[in-house]
C-alpha cells in the first residue's frame, strides 16, 4: 500500500532557529502533498498545499515567509519553520495524495513530527 | 459556523456495546466523506469512506444524508481497541480535506 515517510518524528529546538521536516511518498508518485498542524485536542488544520515544481498554496493565516514549503521532486516535500517560536510548538502531518484509484481518494498520511521549542 | 463539526465527546462505553457519532458540514458542494481514527500522538488513519448508499465495513456502519449535511458513523460490539479518536473529513475544493475536531471514544471492560 501506499507508504508515507516523515522524519523526524520529533525535535526540540532552541528559539529563533529553524527546523526542517520531510515528507517522502516510498512507493508512489505525489504531485500534491498537504502539510497540517494539530495543536493539543484540536483538529488537523490545513496550513498549505504542496505542489511539485510550483509555489505552494498557503491558507489563510498561514505566514508562508514563515513557513517554507519545497516540493522539489514527485516523492520528496520539505516543511522548514523559520525562526521558530515556542507558540509554532505542535504537531506537524504531511499528507501525500496518489490519486483516485479503485473508488477511494488516497490521502496518506505521515507519521507526524512534533515539534517542540524551547 | 465550523466547516466540520463534531461532538467531542468523550464517549465511554462498556465493551460490546454500540456506540453513533455524528458530524455535520457546512459546504453543501462537498464531494468526498471520510471517518479517520487517530491514536494519541499519532496520525490520522483511514477507517473508512462514506458514500452516498451508506456502507458497512464489518463492524463498521457509515452514512450520509446529504440533504441534512451530516455523516454518521455506528460502532457495534465495541471492542477495547475501538478506543480512539474519530475523525470526520469532508473534502474541499476537491483535493483538500478539511477535519472536524474529532469525538473520542473510550471503551471500557
Known amino acids: 500500500g501506499a507508504v508515507v515517510s516523515q522524519h523526524p518524528s520529533r525535535v526540540i529546538c532552541k528559539s529563533g532557529t529553524s527546523v526542517k521536516i520531510e515528507c517522502r511518498s516510498l512507493?508512489?508518485?505525489?504531485?500534491?502533498m498537504f502539510w497540517y498542524r494539530q495543536f493539543p485536542k484540536q483538529s488537523l488544520m490545513l496550513m498549505a498545499t504542496?505542489?511539485?515544481?510550483?509555489?505552494?498554496?498557503?491558507e489563510q493565516g498561514v505566514e508562508k515567509d514563515k513557513f517554507l514549503i519545497n516540493h522539489a521532486s514527485l516523492t520528496l516535500s520539505t516543511l522548514t519553520v523559520t525562526s521558530a517560536h515556542p507558540e509554532d510548538s505542535s504537531f506537524y502531518i504531511c499528507?501525500?495524495?496518489?490519486?483516485?484509484?479503485?473508488?477511494?481518494?488516497?490521502?496518506?498520511f505521515g507519521s507526524g513530527t512534533r515539534l517542540t521549542v524551547v | 459556523r465550523k466547516e466540520v463539526e463534531q461532538d467531542p465527546g468523550p464517549f465511554n462505553v462498556p465493551e460490546g456495546a454500540t456506540v453513533a457519532f455524528n458530524c455535520t458540514y457546512s459546504?453543501?458542494?462537498?464531494?468526498?466523506f471520510f471517518w479517520y481514527r487517530q491514536d494519541c500522538r499519532k496520525e490520522p488513519k483511514l477507517l473508512m469512506s462514506?458514500?452516498?448508499s451508506g456502507n458497512e465495513d464489518g463492524r463498521f456502519t457509515a452514512q450520509l444524508n446529504r440533504a441534512s449535511q451530516y455523516i454518521s458513523l455506528l460502532i457495534r460490539d465495541s471492542k477495547l481497541s475501538d478506543s480512539a479518536t474519530y475523525l470526520c473529513?469532508?473534502?474541499?475544493?476537491?483535493?483538500?480535506?478539511?477535519f472536524g475536531t474529532g469525538t473520542r471514544l473510550q471503551v471500557f471492560p
Open positions: 499528507s501525500a495524495d496518489r490519486g483516485y484509484k479503485d473508488g477511494d481518494y488516497g490521502y496518506t
Open positions: 512507493d508512489f508518485q505525489a504531485t500534491t
Open positions: 504542496s505542489n511539485e515544481g510550483s509555489k505552494a498554496t498557503y
Open positions: 459546504n453543501s458542494a462537498s464531494q468526498s
Open positions: 462514506v458514500y452516498s
Open positions: 473529513v469532508v473534502n474541499k475544493d476537491t483535493d483538500k480535506l478539511i
